[in-house]
């Protein structure tokens, strides 16, 4: 059923409205006096004030007499708008009148010896719905065909193709005079609309045309081929046997100079054929299109039909052979390309190419050493750590390459790289026992220029629990000894801060240099009382460097590795001397680091919680317990090898999932899809593409059907608009796409009366924006129709969308009537997505992001594993904390949660509930979450969501 707001409309025009539009009579009065400036003024209002909803039909006389025999070109372009949106028919369907005029006027207009008047006009009727209008002007638009300028033959084409297909009875043998006029014509662009034209009405004649061309495709203009390879994907997917026909042609088009021909090409040639030269040929030309392309959107949208090649397992191994030339790839600048390019190459990496694969690698680290610090540069050094890492544990032969060279890594500024390859050595010296004493010779080497103090503190932990023999524990020591610098600690710090020298100092002398004051005269400066101080705060050795700015977890952790040492020192030597010796010094250490942070020379004091960690250390050397010896010699690497064991069976379900995924079965017994009668979701690889992409572009992103029940059905998301006893029955589908929203109104007229000048109105709140107004329309008794009505999205909260329907009832003389309408509430939850990210990254935004909305727990849930489940499913967001953490019964439990939004929005949640063992089982948990995002409107619209799901819907069905 066609209604008002199904219209034909091609022109988008953008209305100011800060001005007040002027009234029908001052129109019609500067259209008939004023001079060629206010009459293009006046037509431009009037043409605003239509796509507004006015009618004003007695302006259409003084338009026909006074503007349309204007030869005035700015005139002529807004005729052309303007009778592409005015109404052309009588309510009852009849064609007005001075349409008659209109069309003997077009007629002369195709007839022009100026081409752009003509090629306009042709475009302009490409948009016309009445045949009525079209029929006395196809003798004209034949004789367009002949025109000696290419812009009126191939507006021409573009005319017919569109009269032909709406209207295939005017001129009845298109196809045949296109094809004629084909195979005279030489402009590429005349050329491809003709084309183009047969393909979608007489493939056989474009078959035809294309069979005697087929040598000579490689000389034709981008646009034609293009449609070239469109005519050819068509055909080959209704008739496969025709394939063999045309794939040589494919393979041509694979070397155009056109990228956008090359592209289309090698799309086509892997949905024809799945021989290995064709996939090779393919993937070939996708990575030299990413090399060669300098706009970084087309490199991500061609890498990721690189990455959707590899999904195929059949695709995967023709890949495996070209992950060198994927490689070429990081010569890119953009951080996210890379990341895609790393990832595709980890994944299609095999044992034949880890080797080159390494030493490529190897290359890009070196170059990321030599150019200058940015932003992107560290986080692109840490992208490379990240993939080397994952090299050696897919393939552990090629650690003992790899860690030599990450380990000059650990004295980088980047705080973020260095980090990722101390979790890569702490992996790699618990998994490869013979890699070793290779990671403990060169961790020693480089522990003395490490710059970070997380760095150092876990280089210390690693130090402290893999260093067994004498030696290593000897070399260790002498380490922390130079890196704490002269001890006692406080003593030392002291006599510097009161400013005496050591013999070392007083060797140099008390030098002094002359400064010339603004008088003139000379000044001495001791270089003994004013650099010194400079230079021994510059000179401090780097762990008393961290004591000394408050640091005394580091000193905590040093007391830990102190302890180790220590108890296997005594483990491993004989010598009674050397044993208590060692013992001494370790906590003459521990207590000098207790006695600074008491002292209060440094920046802060040190806590509680440090104190007793010290005290706990000096207490079991003091002692020597055999449980205590246990779990500082044993239990920290037990602990250490069951969260690597779990983290390597976490990603082997992941890997398992994405193979068995991978896996495709076909059974002789399958059914055949039918794409009318089936949904989007169910129609396989078979379904045509380029209707498909079509389909996606136009509707949204197609998902995966899985729930047959109503929620997941498009009834869930109509709402009702206005009740069952109002004149006007209004209820609205909602379909989100991810920019937009598409409210889909149905509005029933259930009254006797006929309702003139029906129209929705709607407004917005929230960061929500109405693109067009609806056209207003006229409905029958009992009559109805459909309404759409386009909502621009900008950011991730929540909005609502209000209104009301105006109309007017036939013959009636009172005012308009209002049915004012429920409130459309948007949900956050259609814009946010599961998503992952580590727990430094996490932590780095939580830090970051400055909004914080702080929900308190209300629920009527018992269980705090019930009441977490309960929550990622309302907030449709993922818990990053493993299940083994969260496993148990404590009484306690805190987790991170983490969304993206469809706008690259990140919103992080960290659950903190609990449920005392002295509650009675019935009892609520209590507790809070705490919600951090970059936006306020997200930090708060997600803290509304979770305070309206919170509880549990507990009733039954009624």
Same mark, same amino acid.
């Given at each position: 059923?066609?209604?008002?707001?199904?219209?034909?409309?091609?022109?988008?025009?953008?209305?100011?409205?800060?001005?007040?539009?002027?009234?029908?009579?001052?129109?019609?009065?500067?259209?008939?006096?004023?001079?060629?400036?206010?009459?293009?003024?006046?037509?431009?209002?009037?043409?605003?004030?239509?796509?507004?909803?006015?009618?004003?039909?007695?302006?259409?006389?003084?338009?026909?007499?006074?503007?349309?025999?204007?030869?005035?070109?700015?005139?002529?372009?807004?005729?052309?708008?303007?009778?592409?949106?005015?109404?052309?028919?009588?309510?009852?369907?009849?064609?007005?009148?001075?349409?008659?005029?209109?069309?003997?006027?077009?007629?002369?207009?195709?007839?022009?010896?100026?081409?752009?008047?003509?090629?306009?006009?042709?475009?302009?009727?490409?948009?016309?719905?009445?045949?009525?209008?079209?029929?006395?002007?196809?003798?004209?638009?034949?004789?367009?065909?002949?025109?000696?300028?290419?812009?009126?033959?191939?507006?021409?084409?573009?005319?017919?193709?569109?009269?032909?297909?709406?209207?295939?009875?005017?001129?009845?043998?298109?196809?045949?005079?296109?094809?004629?006029?084909?195979?005279?014509?030489?402009?590429?662009?005349?050329?491809?609309?003709?084309?183009?034209?047969?393909?979608?009405?007489?493939?056989?004649?474009?078959?035809?045309?294309?069979?005697?061309?087929?040598?000579?495709?490689?000389?034709?203009?981008?646009?034609?081929?293009?449609?070239?390879?469109?005519?050819?994907?068509?055909?080959?997917?209704?008739?496969?046997?025709?394939?063999?026909?045309?794939?040589?042609?494919?393979?041509?088009?694979?070397?155009?100079?056109?990228?956008?021909?090359?592209?289309?090409?090698?799309?086509?040639?892997?949905?024809?054929?799945?021989?290995?030269?064709?996939?090779?040929?393919?993937?070939?030309?996708?990575?030299?299109?990413?090399?060669?392309?300098?706009?970084?959107?087309?490199?991500?949208?061609?890498?990721?039909?690189?990455?959707?090649?590899?999904?195929?397992?059949?695709?995967?191994?023709?890949?495996?052979?070209?992950?060198?030339?994927?490689?070429?790839?990081?010569?890119?600048?953009?951080?996210?390309?890379?990341?895609?390019?790393?990832?595709?190459?980890?994944?299609?990496?095999?044992?034949?190419?880890?080797?080159?694969?390494?030493?490529?690698?190897?290359?890009?680290?070196?170059?990321?050493?030599?150019?200058?610090?940015?932003?992107?540069?560290?986080?692109?050094?840490?992208?490379?750590?990240? @993939?080397?890492? !994952?090299? /050696?544990?897919?393939? *552990?032969?090629?650690?003992?390459?790899?860690? +030599?060279? #990450?380990?000059? %890594? =650990?004295?980088?500024?980047?705080?973020?790289?260095?980090?990722?390859?101390?979790?890569?050595?702490?992996?790699?010296?618990?998994?490869?026992?013979?890699?070793?004493?290779?990671?403990?010779?060169?961790?020693?080497?480089?522990?003395?220029?490490?710059?970070?103090?997380?760095?150092?503190?876990?280089?210390?932990?690693?130090?402290?629990?893999?260093?067994?023999?004498?030696?290593?524990?000897?070399?260790?020591?002498?380490?922390?000894?130079?890196?704490?610098?002269?001890?006692?600690?406080?003593?030392?710090?002291?006599?510097?801060?009161?400013?005496?020298?050591?013999?070392?100092?007083?060797?140099?002398?008390?030098?002094?240099?002359?400064?010339?004051?603004?008088?003139?005269?000379?000044? @001495?400066?001791? !270089?003994? /009382?004013?650099?010194? *101080?400079?230079?021994?705060?510059?000179?401090? +050795?780097? #762990?008393?460097? %961290? =004591?000394?700015?408050?640091?005394?977890?580091?000193?905590?952790?040093?007391?830990?590795?102190?302890?180790?040492?220590?108890?296997?020192?005594?483990?491993?030597?004989?010598?009674?001397?050397?044993?208590?010796?060692?013992?001494?010094?370790?906590?003459?250490?521990?207590?000098?680091?207790?006695?600074?942070?008491?002292?209060?020379?440094?920046?802060?004091?040190?806590?509680?919680?440090?104190?007793?960690?010290?005290?706990?250390?000096?207490?079991?050397?003091?002692?020597?317990?055999?449980?205590?010896?246990?779990?500082?010699?044993?239990?920290?690497?037990?602990?250490?090898?069951?969260?690597?064991?779990?983290?390597?069976?976490?990603?082997?379900?992941?890997?398992?999932?994405?193979?068995?995924?991978?896996?495709?079965?076909?059974?002789?017994?399958?059914?055949?899809?039918?794409?009318?009668?089936?949904?989007?979701?169910?129609?396989?690889?078979?379904?045509?593409?380029?209707?498909?992409?079509?389909?996606?572009?136009?509707?949204?992103?197609?998902?995966?059907?899985?729930?047959?029940?109503?929620?997941?059905?498009?009834?869930?998301?109509?709402?009702?608009?206005?009740?069952?006893?109002?004149?006007?029955?209004?209820?609205?589908?909602?379909?989100?796409?991810?920019?937009?929203?598409?409210?889909?109104?149905?509005?029933?007229?259930?009254?006797?009366?006929?309702?003139?000048?029906?129209?929705?109105?709607?407004?917005?709140?929230?960061?929500?924006?109405?693109?067009?107004?609806?056209?207003?329309?006229?409905?029958?008794?009992?009559?109805?129709?459909?309404?759409?009505?386009?909502?621009?999205?900008?950011?991730?909260?929540?909005?609502?969308?209000?209104?009301?329907?105006?109309?007017?009832?036939?013959?009636?003389?009172?005012?308009?009537?209002?049915?004012?309408?429920?409130?459309?509430?948007?949900?956050?939850?259609?814009?946010?997505?599961?998503?992952?990210?580590?727990?430094?990254?996490?932590?780095?935004?939580?830090?970051?992001?400055?909004?914080?909305?702080?929900?308190?727990?209300?629920?009527?849930?018992?269980?705090?594993?019930?009441?977490?489940?309960?929550?990622?499913?309302?907030?449709?967001?993922?818990?990053?904390?493993?299940?083994?953490?969260?496993?148990?019964?404590?009484?306690?439990?805190?987790?991170?949660?983490?969304?993206?939004?469809?706008?690259?929005?990140?919103?992080?949640?960290?659950?903190?509930?609990?449920?005392?063992?002295?509650?009675?089982?019935?009892?609520?948990?209590?507790?809070?979450?705490?919600?951090?995002?970059?936006?306020?409107?997200?930090?708060?619209?997600?803290?509304?969501?979770?305070?309206?799901?919170?509880?549990?819907?507990?009733?039954?069905?009624?």
């Amino acid at each position: 059923m066609t209604t008002a707001s199904e219209q034909p409309c091609y022109t988008l025009i953008n209305m100011s409205m800060d001005s007040e539009p002027p009234n029908e009579m001052q129109l019609k009065n500067d259209i008939e006096n004023g001079d060629a400036k206010t009459k293009t003024t006046a037509l431009k209002n009037l043409i605003y004030m239509i796509l507004n909803g006015e009618k004003m039909p007695s302006l259409l006389m003084p338009v026909i007499r006074f503007l349309l025999p204007m030869q005035d070109h700015t005139v002529k372009k807004l005729l052309l708008i303007f009778w592409e949106i005015v109404p052309k028919t009588h309510p009852d369907g009849k064609l007005l009148q001075e349409m008659i005029l209109v069309c003997d006027a077009y007629r002369k207009d195709l007839q022009h010896p100026n081409e752009f008047i003509r090629g306009s006009t042709l475009r302009f009727l490409c948009k016309l719905k009445e045949p009525e209008l079209l029929e006395p002007l196809m003798p004209a638009i034949r004789a367009c065909l002949e025109h000696r300028h290419s812009y009126v033959r191939r507006n021409a084409v573009m005319a017919i193709f569109t009269i032909f297909k709406n209207f295939d009875q005017l001129i009845p043998d298109a196809p045949e005079l296109i094809h004629t006029f084909l195979e005279g014509e030489q402009d590429a662009s005349c050329k491809r609309n003709a084309f183009m034209m047969l393909i979608h009405v007489d493939q056989e004649r474009a078959l035809e045309y294309l069979s005697t061309c087929i040598d000579q495709i490689n000389t034709f203009g981008d646009i034609l081929q293009l449609v070239i390879v469109e005519l050819v994907y068509k055909v080959c997917h209704v008739n496969p046997s025709e394939r063999a026909r045309f794939i040589r042609c494919i393979y041509n088009l694979l070397q155009s100079s056109s990228p956008a021909v090359r592209y289309e090409a090698a799309g086509t040639l892997v949905t024809l054929s799945s021989a290995p030269t064709a996939i090779k040929a393919a993937a070939s030309c996708y990575i030299e299109l990413i090399i060669k392309e300098s706009d970084n959107n087309v490199k991500l949208i061609v890498l990721d039909r690189l990455i959707g090649l590899k999904e195929d397992p059949t695709h995967e191994k023709v890949l495996q052979d070209l992950v060198m030339d994927i490689l070429r790839v990081l010569s890119a600048s953009d951080l996210e390309v890379r990341r895609k390019t790393l990832d595709l190459a980890m994944d299609l990496v095999t044992s034949r190419n880890v080797g080159e694969m390494v030493l490529v690698l190897k290359k890009e680290v070196t170059k990321t050493e030599n150019a200058g610090e940015h932003e992107d540069t560290g986080k692109y050094r840490q992208l490379l750590v990240r @993939t080397l890492h !994952a090299c /050696s544990v897919k393939f *552990p032969d090629m650690a003992a390459q790899v860690i +030599p060279l #990450l380990m000059e %890594f =650990l004295s980088d500024t980047n705080e973020l790289a260095a980090m990722d390859v101390l979790v890569f050595v702490r992996e790699a010296i618990q998994r490869f026992e013979q890699l070793k004493p290779i990671i403990i010779e060169k961790l020693l080497e480089v522990f003395p220029t490490i710059k970070a103090v997380k760095i150092h503190r876990a280089a210390l932990w690693i130090l402290g629990e893999y260093c067994t023999t004498i030696d290593n524990i000897q070399s260790l020591m002498n380490e922390v000894r130079s890196s704490l610098g002269e001890i006692p600690i406080v003593d030392d710090e002291t006599r510097k801060a009161k400013g005496e020298v050591t013999e070392d100092d007083t060797m140099q002398g008390p030098s002094s240099q002359r400064l010339v004051t603004e008088m003139g005269t000379y000044a @001495t400066q001791s !270089a003994l /009382s004013s650099a010194k *101080p400079k230079k021994s705060e510059e000179n401090r +050795p780097p #762990l008393r460097g %961290f =004591l000394m700015e408050g640091d005394f977890f580091s000193g905590a952790c040093l007391a830990t590795v102190l302890t180790k040492l220590a108890l296997r020192y005594v483990e491993i030597t004989e010598d009674q001397k050397k044993r208590n010796a060692f013992l001494a010094e370790a906590m003459l250490i521990m207590a000098t680091i207790l006695h600074l942070g008491k002292s209060g020379l440094a920046t802060k004091n040190i806590t509680d919680d440090d104190v007793d960690r010290i005290a706990t250390c000096v207490k079991v050397l003091a002692e020597r317990h055999s449980i205590m010896s246990e779990i500082f010699s044993n239990g920290c690497r037990s602990s250490l090898h069951a969260m690597l064991l779990a983290k390597q069976a976490e990603e082997k379900e992941v890997h398992k999932d994405l193979f068995e995924k991978k896996v495709i079965s076909v059974q002789a017994d399958d059914p055949i899809n039918f794409m009318q009668l089936l949904a989007t979701a169910d129609s396989g690889s078979t379904e045509d593409q380029l209707t498909l992409s079509l389909t996606l572009a136009t509707m949204g992103t197609a998902t995966k059907k899985e729930h047959t029940d109503i929620s997941s059905s498009k009834l869930s998301k109509v709402t009702q608009l206005t009740g069952f006893s109002d004149p006007v029955y209004a209820e609205a589908y909602i379909n989100i796409n991810q920019y937009d929203i598409v409210l889909d109104v149905l509005i029933v007229n259930q009254t006797s009366d006929t309702l003139q000048n029906c129209s929705l109105e709607l407004a917005t709140l929230g960061d929500l924006k109405l693109v067009e107004k609806p056209q207003p329309m006229t409905l029958a008794p009992h009559d109805f129709c459909n309404i759409k009505a386009n909502v621009k999205v900008a950011s991730t909260e929540n909005g609502i969308i209000f209104g009301n329907i105006v109309y007017d009832v036939s013959g009636a003389a009172n005012d308009r009537s209002v049915v004012v309408l429920n409130d459309i509430h948007i949900d956050i939850m259609d814009y946010i997505i599961p998503a992952s990210c580590t727990d430094a990254e996490f932590r780095s935004m939580w830090a970051e992001f400055e909004w914080e909305n702080k929900v308190t727990v209300n629920t009527n849930i018992h269980e705090l594993h019930a009441y977490l489940k309960h929550i990622l499913q309302a907030t449709n967001m993922r818990c990053l904390t493993p299940e083994k953490a969260l496993s148990g019964e404590c009484g306690f439990m805190a987790a991170n949660l983490y969304a993206r939004s469809i706008f690259g929005e990140d919103a992080l949640a960290n659950v903190s509930v609990e449920k005392p063992a002295s509650a009675a089982p019935d009892a609520p948990v209590t507790g809070h979450i705490r919600i951090r995002a970059k936006s306020q409107g997200m930090a708060l619209s997600l803290g509304d969501k979770i305070n309206v799901s919170q509880k549990k819907d507990t009733s039954g069905p009624k």
